[in-house]
């Protein structure tokens, strides 16, 4: 390429920028399709007000992956094994990990055509005002407990080396803290780039896991006996329902199905987080390439890393071991993936995979801090929270969000008082339905949106820079599922006796206070759902778009300069090519 194509292209590049300004500049009051309802509130575009676009795609698609891998796999997956079977829990992870799809691909769908600050958002553009306040409070409860919680946890992974006897927890806690606060107070870039490097090492471990589980199911351990199948046989693929607390056992099919239905809201939990991407598409370059490229990855990620790994577990772990049965807590010795190594006689491992639960547990709660802070963010620009918590520095970063976040994590220094600690597990259950509710509105978002494509002759087969496949009947079907699920959360509660009333209300508590809130403002402030016809597609898509041509008109020159020097498989044509598809 000679200089004067270089110039030509640099020349474009300037066109391009320049249209952008001015297509931003044109949302102004001048917008009055259905602007008024949609978006109350430009503050979002105001200096001091704005969020920094600086995640690329591969920090988006290992935020994908890296908000679904936690504990809920590696140590929750225990009490599912034990409870119900490995069948039992292969069917209800499959199932769940279908619902996930579902929820990520329409997430994705939406979010590609036009990216917005937060599920509340969402709701509020494509659905009802009153969808949008209810959701994102509901939401913002579960982020506001989560990081208190995730603090809590690595306090109790760092236990597995150090007692509480020999240090307090409260120590780790406030290290923890500190670590998270600065991370998150650096900006989105910093974040994102931390989190790129923690979800690497966590697909790293369960990748190491998941080949692990398979050779020694197939003998290649040091006691070389080869286990395959056995624990299907005995004793047996689903198991029936038996509670030790309440001395309650049902036998037969019945008992079966039962804890069938109890590990399906196990599953749920192990999955719970996947959903944060989404937060993250606000502060992302290039949403039409980076958003469905996180996306389209769901699937085998859920095969291999939840099916496979449950599928291999259940082979080398039987439901009745003894160091399952006895297992509790946070630590590595807790986690079924342990207990399989411990049996097959590997030696020194369990610390390592203790150490990776620990950064697990961090990355958890950093992500959870982030979350927080930009779920009231968007809150704020959406009208429903004050207006001080959309102010920004100069990094990006909504500072006041971030410190609401902090003053809740101090809920962690309540565990250390064995009377708090009770009262702070109420919390955690209080908000673990939350994330149930979120994947339903996701739903409904993704269902009200195909019906204004369909209404409003746009054409999501070739229109759209992303589709999400099996609709319009998957949505429907996940929708179903997350609502069953919903109100099975702590059905075992009825069975048996004593009736445990606290787990009944905490566990169910927030189903109420969404319908009041939802039902409420509707109410107050008269609102109703936005018909088809009416929802607006219009505004902000050409600012998408003409952000789509500039991404495009850079990468390429960046591909002519990489021509003209002749180095076209530099460090980023590698990481596309060989890396790409799972980090």
């Not at 049902?250 to 109890?262: A, K, Q, T, Y």
């Not at 009745?320 to 030696?347: E, Q, Y």
């Not at 505004?539 to 180095?567: F, H, L, P, S």
Request: aromatic residues 14%; proline residues 3%; glycine residues 8%.
């Amino acid at each position: 390429m000679t200089s004067s194509d270089l110039e030509k292209n640099s020349n474009n590049h300037n066109v391009h920028n320049n249209d952008l300004v001015s297509v931003v500049s044109r949302h102004t009051q001048e917008y009055d399709l259905y602007v008024a309802k949609s978006t109350p509130s430009n503050i979002a575009f105001e200096d001091g007000h704005q969020l920094r676009q600086a995640l690329d795609a591969r920090h988006t698609s290992m935020i994908a992956i890296g908000g679904a891998l936690g504990t809920g796999l590696l140590i929750g997956t225990g009490s599912a094994l034990k409870s119900a079977g490995p069948g039992a829990i292969l069917v209800a992870y499959s199932i769940i990990g279908f619902v996930v799809l579902m929820v990520m691909s329409g997430l994705g769908e939406v979010a590609t055509f036009v990216p917005l600050n937060g599920f509340a958002n969402y709701c509020q553009r494509y659905v009802d005002d009153a969808l949008g306040f209810a959701c994102g409070y509901v939401y913002l409860f579960k982020y506001l407990i989560l990081p208190a919680n995730q603090l809590v946890a690595g306090s109790l992974t760092v236990q597995y080396w150090v007692s509480k006897d020999t240090l307090n927890p409260g120590v780790w806690i406030t290290i923890f803290l500190v670590i998270i606060l600065a991370v998150n107070l650096l900006g989105v870039r910093f974040f994102g780039e931390i989190e790129f490097w923690l979800s690497c090492l966590k697909v790293c471990t369960c990748l190491g896991l998941v080949l692990l589980l398979w050779i020694i199911a197939l003998g290649g351990g040091p006691t070389h006996e080869r286990l395959g199948f056995r624990y299907w046989k005995n004793p047996g693929a689903f198991l029936h329902y038996a509670d030790a607390s309440k001395d309650l056992y049902i036998g037969g099919s019945l008992g079966r199905f039962v804890s069938f239905v109890s590990v399906l809201v196990t599953a749920v939990f192990a999955y719970l987080g996947t959903e944060l991407v989404g937060i993250t598409f606000s502060e992302t370059r290039n949403p039409r390439r980076s958003i469905p490229k996180a996306i389209k990855l769901t699937f085998y990620r859920i095969l291999i890393f939840y099916i496979l790994s449950i599928l291999f577990l259940g082979m080398c772990v039987s439901a009745k071991d003894p160091l399952l049965l006895s297992a509790s807590g946070n630590t590595a010795s807790a986690s079924p993936f342990v207990i399989a190594i411990k049996n097959a006689r590997i030696k020194g491992l369990d610390h390592v995979i203790n150490g990776c639960i620990l950064l697990f547990v961090l990355s958890a709660a950093n992500s959870d801090m982030y979350v927080c802070s930009r779920t009231v963010y968007s809150l704020a620009v959406a009208g429903y929270a004050p207006k001080f918590f959309t102010k920004t520095n100069k990094l990006g970063v909504p500072y006041y969000g971030i410190l609401l976040s902090f003053a809740f994590t101090l809920l962690a220094y309540m565990t250390v008082s064995s009377g708090a600690a009770e009262v702070f597990t109420y919390f955690v259950n209080v908000v673990s339905l939350t994330g149930l509710i979120a994947w339903s509105c996701i739903l409904v978002i993704h269902i009200r949106f195909m019906a204004a494509c369909k209404a409003q002759g746009i054409d999501r087969k070739t229109d759209l820079a992303y589709r999400s496949p099996l609709q319009p009947y998957g949505s429907y079907l996940a929708l179903a599922i997350c609502v069953l699920v919903i109100f099975i959360k702590n059905f075992t509660v009825f069975l048996g006796s004593p009736f445990l009333y606290k787990n009944f209300i905490t566990g169910y508590i927030v189903l109420p206070v969404f319908v009041i809130m939802y039902f409420g403002y509707k109410i107050y402030y008269r609102t109703s759902i936005i018909s088809a016809s009416d929802i607006d597609l219009v505004t902000y898509r050409d600012v998408i778009d003409a952000e789509e041509q500039q991404y495009k008109t850079e990468a390429e020159e960046k591909e002519a300069i990489r021509q003209a020097e002749g180095n076209p498989h530099d460090k980023d044509w590698f990481y596309e090519k060989f890396l790409g598809w799972i980090f």
